[in-house]
């Protein structure tokens, strides 16, 4: 079998977790054995870290497949998958490792099993280096759910660093294919809104000083948006250990949904996060493209296995989205071509990513 095996280094280009997490999913779809060797080399700890393990082993749980190689600090690993399944799964991080990057790692699977899916994702919902729980509810899953499915997620507990002890609960039902997307005209920004939370020991002071000084930073380019960033405080009962965050969607009058966020820490000002997140924003915003920095990355999966062309007109395309573009091109028949977008301003910063999907079809419905 070994002669068959897909290799891929996992110390190229972005060098991290996410090579791991695209070439996975796709071995588990396409039914591609696979050779992962210099794991996150690029990384001050290079190997498998809490998260990246929990994310391997969902994956093989989700499809009776094997996995060698599989403990913390390995720096390779070889999968064989089998047929994915529905039905219910659990990973654990046992640390505040994201939650959303198991979500990642594990969707595109779900998606083409032969029953529905429930997953329970248990770490840090907030985490640094991933996108936030909120990110993923109000940014990413009405956009994804534009490939033609749906999903819900259900926020049981929220869990922050260091201990996470975070739960979230996804039910998807698989599909027959995805629909390609179009997502190229931005519109104007008719609404801004967003959340400020503090958890555990932080007072409610901390989320509306968060929020105050995002909203002072945005007038200072948009002056005529009413602006409401909800200052809140988590249950204690539905949130573990002590945590404060913002996160700030810009929603347009074509449907598309921008965002920026930032996380507290101690010893970090509550206005430093609030502007960070705001400065995060209007960067997203300035470059004319219809998705963020954190989305252009995550959408390459789901566009590679869609059915058709999809086109996303983007701001500069980050490492982590050429990182993804180039395991999706190696493992799958898609076909991507980025090219400069010059109809807006010229000079202006923004690129459409159109891919020609491999039109992957579920061959258990």
Known sequence: MDGDRVEIDGGIMEGGGQILRVSTALSCLLGLPLRVRRIRAGRSQPGLRPQHLSGLEIVRDLCDGKLNGGEIGSTEITFTPGK??????????????????????????????????????????????????DYTVMVFKPIIEKFNFTFNCDIKRRGYYPQGGGEVVVQMSPVKELSPINLTERGTVTKIYGRAFVAGALPIKLAKDMSAAAVRCIRREIRDLYINIQPVREPDDQAVGTG????????????????????????????????????MLLQNLKHGGTVDDSLQDQL??????????????????????????????????????????????????????????????????
């Open 244 to 279: 404060s965050g913002i996160i700030i969607v810009a929603e347009t009058s074509t449907g598309c949904l921008l965002a920026g966020s930032s996380l507290g820490k101690r010893g970090k000002n509550a206005d430093k996060v609030g502007i960070e997140a705001a400065e």
């Open 84 to 133: 994915i399944k529905g039905g219910t799964h659990i990973a654990d991080t046992k640390t505040a490792g994201s939650v959303c990057l198991l979500m990642q790692v594990a969707m595109p699977c779900v998606l083409f099993a032969a029953s529905p899916s429930e997953l329970h994702l248990k770490g840090g919902t907030n985490a640094e280096m991933a996108p936030q729980i």
């Open 300 to 365: 390459i999966i789901f566009m590679a296995l869609a059915k058709g062309v999809s086109r996303v007109k983007s701001g500069p395309i980050t490492l982590h989205t050429q990182t993804a573009i180039h395991f999706a091109e190696q493992l799958t028949k898609a076909k991507f071509t980025v090219t400069k977008s010059e109809e807006e301003h010229p000079g202006s910063d923004t690129y459409i990513i159109e891919c020609q999907g491999m039109g992957m079809i579920n061959p258990n419905l």
